[in-house]
T-cell receptor, first 115, second 114 residues
Framework: AQKITQTQPGMFVQEKEAVTLDCTYDTSDQSYGLFWYKQPSSGEMIFLIYQGSYDEQNATEGRYSLNFQKARKSANLVISASQLGDSAMYFCAMREYYRDDKIIFGKGTRLHILP | KAGVTQTPRYLIKTRGQQVTLSCSPISGHRSVSWYQQTPGQGLQFLFEYFSETQRNKGNFPGRFSGRQFSNSRSEMNVSTLELGDSALYLC?????????????FGSGTQLSVL
């Protein structure tokens, strides 16, 4: 069963607009961590943001914020004021603290920022 | 501070051969993990090493193996290559490999099996 679902294979967004990338996850573990990574065409994955399952506040890192809705098992990434350099693949990932501790990635969303 | 370095950047091999990929983590990082990325299967965890010991392993056949040296550098080996092993192989490092630690990735090795 797929544990991380990213339903948007591709998105086109106008520069300076905000964009939300969807991510839902499935786990029976109470303790887990959720990550977002960006992969530009160079191939190197870049960490964006982390949310722990017990964190009460939504995580923020500069222009990135994570809209964490635990009951709905959703961890959407919000990028405010998008820039041309945000064009890349975005991966949502999860690590379960006790069950497995292996990081699992979603299939990714290809984001295109239009000038 | 130098990032994660993977060598070589590109590799072309034929079926049945074996290949060794190298990864040098960020200085001070003791955990190294490996991932396979393909268009069909996406990003999949291969294994993780910490202090020269394999701490976790993904669902890959025994043809995929790895090791870590005392300086935290890691190598990954694939024996008896198959066409389906063509992929981008990414290495990542972190300080201790704790679950909430962010990973620092290298640029990957693009392996093509002909």
């Amino acid at each position: 069963a797929q544990k991380i679902t990213q339903t948007q294979p591709g998105m086109f967004v106008q520069e300076k607009e905000a964009v939300t990338l969807d991510c839902t996850y499935d786990t029976s573990d109470q303790s887990y961590g959720l990550f977002w990574y960006k992969q530009p065409s160079s191939g190197e994955m870049i960490f964006l943001i982390y949310q722990g399952s017990y964190d009460e506040q939504n995580a923020t890192e500069g222009r990135y914020s994570l809209n964490f809705q635990k009951a709905r098992k959703s961890a959407n990434l919000v990028i405010s004021a998008s820039q041309l350099g945000d064009s890349a693949m975005y991966f949502c990932a999860m690590r379960e603290y006790y069950r497995d501790d292996k990081i699992i990635f979603g299939k990714g969303t290809r984001l295109h920022i239009l000038p | 501070k130098a990032g994660v370095t993977q060598t070589p950047r590109y590799l072309i091999k034929t079926r049945g051969q074996q290949v060794t990929l190298s990864c040098s983590p960020i200085s001070g990082h003791r955990s190294v993990s490996w991932y396979q990325q393909t268009p069909g299967q996406g990003l999949q965890f291969l294994f993780e090493y910490f202090s020269e010991t394999q701490r976790n392993k993904g669902n890959f056949p025994g043809r995929f193996s790895g090791r870590q040296f005392s300086n935290s550098r890691s190598e990954m080996n694939v024996s008896t290559l198959e066409l389906g092993d063509s992929a981008l192989y990414l290495c990542a490092s972190s300080l201790t490999g704790r679950t909430n630690e962010k990973l620092f990735f290298g640029s990957g090795t693009q392996l093509s099996v002909l």
